[in-house]
């Protein structure tokens, strides 16, 4: 915490209402690298401000399907006791948005295919017959194949 001693930080529990996290899941974050905290004379633990966005941050790439360690990895890079920079921040924005950009398509996909034939074998509508006969997506391999990129032979 650039400029102030253990002391001066936010308590676990001051973290805790503002990020309306448990006190546990703050832990559970910090096992992760997502938060760093510093201790005081007394063990506490204290946090820096920016450690609020940083659990905000995390919540809110958790609540988007990305996984905790993969959180924790993508900031491992950001300086451990001090508020991130902006640079910073665009380092791990440009490591997200690839796969954020992918997920989307996904979703697109699945939206826009999912009353229709997506390759995945069951032949219970009547476009698999056409798009699908015989379950010839199988031989792409398992799973719905037409929403994984596959793309029906037109031979």
Not at 33 to 52: E, K, M
Not at 61 to 70: D, I, K, N, S, T
Not at 78 to 86: N, Q, T
Not at 147 to 154: E, F, I, N
Request: charged share 25%; net charge neutral; glycine share 12%.
């Amino acid at each position: 915490m650039a400029g102030k001693t253990p002391s001066q930080g936010l308590s676990i529990g001051d973290l805790a209402d503002r990020t309306g996290l448990a006190v546990s899941a703050i832990r559970f974050y910090e096992t992760h690298g997502i938060v760093r905290p510093l201790r005081n004379a007394g063990g506490h633990r204290r946090y820096a401000r920016s450690d609020l966005r940083r659990l905000s941050f995390a919540m809110i790439a958790q609540q988007l399907g990305f996984p905790l360690a993969e959180i924790g990895r993508h900031m491992a890079d950001l300086p451990a006791h001090e508020a991130p920079s902006r640079q910073d921040w665009t380092i791990i924005s440009t490591g997200f948005r690839s796969q954020i950009d992918a997920r989307i398509a996904e979703l697109e996909g699945l939206r826009d295919r999912l009353d229709g034939c997506i390759g995945c074998g069951c032949l219970s509508l009547d476009r698999c017959a056409l798009y699908n006969p015989g379950d010839a997506a199988a031989q792409y391999g398992a799973g719905p194949r037409y929403l994984m990129g596959d793309s029906a032979s037109t031979d």
